[in-house]
């Protein structure tokens, strides 16, 4: 395999983009084989690897599941979306995947890495239907989120939103208080809204999991914290979870490429390692 190169940057901007340390938006790049990331990231990706040789199929069945949980909403009639914690963009993005669904939908990004911004600007354009916005923005600051012009001019509080938290909750140690920034973020929206979360958990591979989360942690990558089911759980206390509540993604309703996956032992549920579920605002 040809030795990965850095992504192109402009004269100045590798203080901005924090490369002393990895982002887990472009070691998750990293994983799905874009080329938005580093030898920082690269190199904590590999530490990953080789505490937990499933990080490559973790990352890949979580965004086939964003993918699957996503139309499911614009399925249920949803046609608005707020992505926080977005990740540098991927092709189908989430609003290529519901506007085929709801050519009208708005969908509002958000995140706090600049090199997600840098591509946003390019990538995350809508159908002539619909409209999308990216906003930099911080998930430890719910109500900052919530009241920016973004929001405000695209999303109708007033009327269901989806509020996609995918692969981002496991970033936030419990001494961000998670719980209450999850609460915050759902609470002024309409019932009949959809919490939509996929989040790591050392369940199936416990020791494996403690040494990927001590090594990332040793690599300068933040305090990453992998929950088990029932902590999961919590996360959608207030909705009404709908069946099959949260599971391993390979178990929410697999579509035939995640079915084929799984018959041929690439997905199980120790390689994904990750619980998902959808609840709905009552």
Not at 42 to 59: I, S
Not at 118 to 146: C, E
Not at 162 to 176: F, Y
Request: net charge negative.
């Amino acid at each position: 395999m040809a030795e990965s190169q850095d992504a192109e940057v402009e004269p100045g901007m590798y203080e901005q983009l924090r490369l002393d340390r990895p982002h887990a938006a472009r070691v998750y790049d990293y994983f799905l084989g874009g080329k938005d990331n580093f030898e920082i990231d690269r190199q904590a990706g590999e530490h990953l690897l080789k505490a937990f040789p499933g990080c490559r199929v973790t990352a890949q069945s979580n965004r086939m599941w964003m993918h699957r949980a996503a139309r499911f909403a614009a399925e249920q009639g949803i046609s608005q979306f707020l992505d926080v914690g977005t990740g540098i963009p991927t092709s189908p993005n989430l609003h290529e995947i519901v506007q085929q669904v709801t050519p009208e939908a708005h969908v509002v990004y958000a995140d706090n890495d600049p090199i997600v911004l840098t591509h946003a600007r390019a990538l995350l354009a809508s159908g002539p239907k619909g409209r999308t916005a990216y906003l930099d923005a911080d998930i430890t600051l719910p109500d900052a989120v919530l009241g920016t012009d973004e929001v405000n001019d695209l999303l109708d509080l007033s009327k269901p939103v989806a509020l996609s938290l995918v692969g981002v909750l496991h970033s936030l140690a419990d001494d961000l208080k998670p719980y209450e920034i999850v609460s915050n973020l759902l609470a002024p929206l309409a019932p009949g809204s959809l919490l939509i979360i996929s989040h790591a958990t050392q369940d199936f591979a416990p020791e494996m999991w403690d040494r990927a989360v001590q090594g990332y942690k040793s690599d300068g990558g933040g305090n990453a914290q992998v929950r088990n089911k029932e902590d999961v759980t919590r996360f959608f206390d207030g909705t009404e979870l709908i069946d099959p509540g949260v599971v391993s993604p390979i178990r929410w309703f697999p579509d035939a490429e995640t079915q084929r996956r799984v018959d041929s032992g690439e997905f199980t549920d120790i390689m994904c390692s990750l619980w998902c579920g959808v609840g709905r605002k009552p």
